[in-house]
């Protein structure tokens, strides 16, 4: 768990939901192993977070093996039980939707952001307000 446990979890609640374009999120360690914060009710599966942690690994080394970002795109990514289909992989960031739902995914020096957005909210503002909150973790050295 990171140094600064108290303010992590502050930010799920200001920076993520409390902006009005995420639902529910949680921060992730880099290695997948361990939980930061996250919002109640919102569980991803230890699995989950290692095959997270792979897609991420192989997206950032564009030259290496690419086996687990077709193998996401073919099959899908799981978060909390649930399946999204993948829209989009960058280099740290992962985009992926179940219907009008969908899951941005981004990651920082220390941790990654895993953030859920409802039907009713904008997947471009999800996707923006996650990746600014990244922007900033990596800017304070997270």
């Not at 739902?101 to 307000?129: D, M, P, R, W, Y």
Request: net charge neutral.
């Amino acid at each position: 768990m990171p140094p600064l446990c108290k303010p992590v979890t502050d930010t799920i609640d200001s920076s993520l939901v409390g902006s009005g374009h995420i639902d529910k999120a949680a921060i992730v360690s880099a290695a997948g192993d361990s939980v930061w914060a996250t919002s109640p009710g919102f569980n991803a599966q230890p699995a989950e977070l290692k095959t997270i942690v792979t897609i991420l690994a192989a997206a950032e080394n564009e030259k290496g093996d690419q086996t687990p970002v077709t193998t996401a795109q073919a099959e899908g990514v799981y978060v909390a039980g649930s399946r999204y289909v993948l829209a989009r992989v960058d280099g740290r960031s992962i985009y992926a939707r179940q219907g009008r739902t969908g899951i941005c995914i981004a990651k920082t020096k220390q941790a990654f952001i895993l953030a859920h957005h409802a039907e009713t909210q904008v997947a471009g503002n999800a996707s923006s307000t996650t990746e600014a909150l990244a922007d900033y973790l990596i800017k304070v050295g997270y």
